[in-house]
């Protein structure tokens, strides 16, 4: 996953996105204490600040086996494993800005997450790709052991 993570995704300050080992200890403090308490700052992949003022307390945190975000202190943090995505898209809104839909699938439930990358658009398009090659290993699928034909034909 670093491998993938660091082929993908751009340690691009300007664009909120932050690629270990190059991850201001403060923004990962902040992120970690304010939406990812479960998460060791070593298993930090990679880190995208959703703030406007930098201090990386709504964002995402990626980790070599899931992500967990916050898209503001008004919502809960999600936690959401990359074998779980089944379908990812991206919106651009003019008003409400850019993000990222997920389909998650948890065994007989798949239910849709937000990930709201309005603070820095333009790390929409470098996460989007991120996980949609994440969504497509093929030992995600092998892992998991979800009836993928059968999971896909519900979505459609």
Known sequence: MRALIQELIPHAPH???YVAPSI????L???IR?????????RVLALYDG???????DGVLFTDELFVFQNSDLTAPQEVRYREIVHVERKRGLLKGNSLRLD???????FTVKVDL???PKATEYLYRFLKEVMLLPEKKERHGTDWPVVHAALD
């Open 24 to 27: 201001p200890s403060e923004k």
């Open 15 to 17: 664009m909120g996105l």
């Open 51 to 57: 703030t406007l003022m930098g201090s990386a307390k």
């Open 29 to 31: 403090r902040n992120a």
């Open 104 to 110: 998650v699938n948890r065994g007989r439930a798949t």
């Open 34 to 42: 304010d939406y990812a308490p479960e998460i060791m700052p070593n």
């Open 118 to 120: 309005s603070a820095k």
